[in-house]
T-cell receptor
Framework: GAVVSQHPSRVICKSGTSVKIECRSLDFQATTMFWYRQFPKQSLMLMATSNEGSKATYEQGVEKDKFLINHASLTLSTLTVTSAHPEDSSFYIC?????????????FGSGTRLTVV | EDKVVQSPLSLVVHEGDTVTLNCSYEVTNFRSLLWYKQEKKAPTFLFMLTSSGIEKKSGRLSSILDKKELFSILNITATQTGDSAIYLCAGNTGTASKLTFGTGTRLQVTL
């Protein structure tokens, strides 16, 4: 089945530094990937849609310069949280869209828990 | 703005009980309704529903969609402690293939 690998699973960083999170589709090509943020006991909030070879589409209220998304290949999207602050601490999850003639579905990565101290 | 609402927000049942989780949606260019189970990490896929009135089943879980009433339910029969999780439903906007997630229902199954 379709597998998405997300790395790292957990990261602690100092306030003001940047953190990069990777999302890889291991056995399929994903032209579209999605980045979500989840606060404790809340649902997944879509941050942006990442399209291979083009700029990401951000949801309303999400700062593009703060959350940099790069989708340079068909199997890799990265989310960089720049100049992280404690309020950026959250659970970040990526999802890859599998879309073929025979198959359509979303596969999620295992998530990254970011703690900014 | 797309909106997905789930109820109840949380539920505590005894092992062996049957539960029904609800999901209502307002999604532009609706394509499908998806159900996920989330334990500690990423959501795991349960069902994708595209047609009204056709029940999908997987073991003790089943789900059905009503596109007229913009509503879906997820049933779990003979619940087990391993069913304890957050159940999420999401509306799929065909335009950009985006998923809008509901608030989730936190299910706890006790012995």
């Amino acid at each position: 089945g379709a597998v998405v690998s997300q790395h790292p699973s957990r990261v602690i960083c100092k306030s003001g530094t940047s953190v990069k999170i990777e999302c890889r589709s291991l056995d399929f090509q994903a032209t579209t990937m999605f980045w979500y943020r989840q606060f404790p006991k809340q649902s997944l909030m879509l941050m942006a849609t990442s399209n291979e070879g083009s700029k990401a589409t951000y949801e309303q209220g999400v700062e593009k310069d703060k959350f940099l998304i790069n989708h340079a290949s068909l199997t890799l999207s990265t989310l960089t949280v720049t100049s992280a602050h404690p309020e950026d601490s959250s659970f970040y999850i990526c999802s890859a869209l599998l879309r073929t003639v025979f198959n359509y579905g979303y596969t999620f990565g295992s998530g990254t828990r970011l703690t900014v101290v | 703005e797309d909106k997905v609402v789930q109820s109840p927000l949380s539920l505590v049942v005894h092992e062996g009980d049957t539960v029904t989780l609800n999901c209502s949606y307002e999604v532009t260019n609706f394509r499908s309704l998806l159900w996920y189970k989330q334990e500690k990490k990423a959501p795991t896929f349960l069902f994708m529903l595209t047609s009204s009135g056709i029940e999908k089943k997987s073991g003790r879980l089943s789900s059905i969609l009503d596109k007229k009433e913009l509503f879906s339910i997820l049933n779990i029969t003979a619940t087990q402690t391993g069913d304890s999780a957050i159940y999420l439903c999401a509306g799929n906007t065909g335009t950009a293939s985006k998923l809008t997630f509901g608030t989730g229902t936190r299910l706890q199954v006790t012995l």
